[in-house]
């Protein structure tokens, strides 16, 4: 058994850990992981504790991936619901579809039993207000009717949020599976779709090789397929370690469009892992448990 995820993960991923090794499925297990970092205000880029698109309104992006089956079940900019990765288990489980988005994820979401509220914090509206307001300068009393497009480079800033949760795990039956959920960037243009909820930019499982997920820039992973490109590496018998550089040299070939960060997680059926830190600021630290650990450890991404 193994589980990963990136820092953002500490909220429930010990729980995740003890479904794990009651023999859970390692979705059920992530799940119920990723529902407490959705709860937890303080992380930042997640459910309640996450940022609001440019107008002022969450949008949630989640996903699973059951790697021995390839079931995915998405949702993309859902509204007013949480938590949004236990809906995208429901889509995977209960409708022919891999993905809802916007109204229709929040009807569906509705329609399985999880209560529509206001997920807004009145501290996240004040901060969202205060960097608009800045940005739209005189025209701010006429807002929400002015151009959104200008204000785009808001979001550009390496200081605004666009991190994620992303868990990989390979259960107690061998079962390689993905998880992942986010607000995605801070003050996105409304609708925007980050990689989190998009099979094979930003997650892909499959209990045969291994699986990856992606946090930072989902433009850029949706761009160069990069969890999918790494799992298919392994397919074609790379090992994950050159699976991972050949993602990372991907990425580093595009040359136009928004460039910046992203951290790639990786697990291989062999039980190994690898966290790469493509231009991301800063020391990036992942948590990994495997059964020889007392306890699950917080550790350094290695640089691309
Ligand atoms: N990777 C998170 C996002 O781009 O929304």
Known sequence: ?????????????????????????????????IGKVERETSVRSVGYGGWPNMLGRMEFDAAVMDGTTRDVGAVGALPDILPAC?????????????????????????????????????????????????????????????PLIPLSTTITDPERVRDTTVFLCRDSQRGIHSAT????????YPG?????????????????????????????TVRCSTSRSIVLAM????????????????????????LAGVVIHAIDAHGDHRVVNFRCQGDIKYWLWEPSMSQPELRTALRA
């Open 1 to 33: 058994m193994i589980l990963l995820a990136n820092s953002e993960a500490w909220p429930g991923f010990a729980d995740s850990v003890a479904l794990l090794k009651q023999g859970a499925h390692g979705l059920d297990a992530m799940v119920a992981g």
């Open 86 to 146: 236990a809906v995208a288990q429901q889509v995977m489980q209960r409708l022919p579809h891999v993905m809802l988005t916007g109204e229709g994820a929040k009807r569906f979401a509705i329609e399985t039993g999880f209560s529509p509220e206001e997920t807004l914090l009145d501290d996240s509206k004040r901060i969202w207000w205060e960097r608009l307001e800045k940005e739209l300068g005189a025209d701010a009393a006429r807002f929400p009717d002015v």
């Open 235 to 258: 397919k074609l018998g790379h090992s994950l370690e050159d699976a991972v550089a050949l993602a990372v040299e991907e990425l580093s070939e595009l040359s136009t469009g928004f």
């Open 181 to 188: 959920s986010t607000s995605g960037w801070a003050w996105k």
């Open 192 to 220: 925007r779709l980050g990689d989190s909820p998009i099979a094979g930019a930003g997650f892909y499982a499959d209990s045969r090789y291994g699986a990856a997920a992606c946090t930072h820039t989902g433009e850029m």
